[in-house]
């Protein structure tokens, strides 16, 4: 059984940043594609970016490229979401995802955590 925790998220000023954790536990995660989504009040849980297994390919949303970074540490079983230049409009809950095959924008991950609050205030 995998089970993923989030946390990190909280209010920022916009322009500021966080850095979002994701630790994983039941399974190794240097197996597996990890992803995390977000999702808006009123709106669709949408893409923002994910990290192969390797860790050699990322991908992100172009609503967040240039300003957040994904990145992996499987000696800890943690990927991280660092954001940076925090607009109002990445308020969100945010979600980290894993599968063994790739996540996509289109393709989502089997296994999810309960996700975690971000407020950017303006």
């Known amino acids: 059984q995998v089970q993923l925790v989030e946390s990190g998220g909280g209010l920022v000023q916009a322009g500021g940043s966080l850095r979002l954790s994701c630790a994983v536990s039941?399974?190794?995660?240097?197996?597996?594609?990890m992803g995390w989504f977000r999702q808006a009040p009123g709106k669709e849980r949408e893409f923002v970016a994910t990290i192969r297994w390797s860790g050699g390919s990322t991908s992100y949303a172009d609503s967040v490229k240039g300003r957040f970074t994904i990145s992996r540490e499987n000696a800890k079983n943690t990927v991280y979401l660092q954001m940076n230049s925090l607009k109002p409009e990445d308020t969100a809950v945010y979600y980290c995802?894993?599968?063994?095959?790739?996540?996509?924008?289109?393709?989502?991950?089997?296994?999810w955590g309960q996700g975690t609050q971000v407020t950017v205030s303006s």
């Open positions: 039941g399974r190794s995660i240097s197996n597996y594609h």
């Open positions: 995802s894993a599968d063994g095959i790739p996540i996509t924008a289109t393709r989502r991950g089997k296994y």
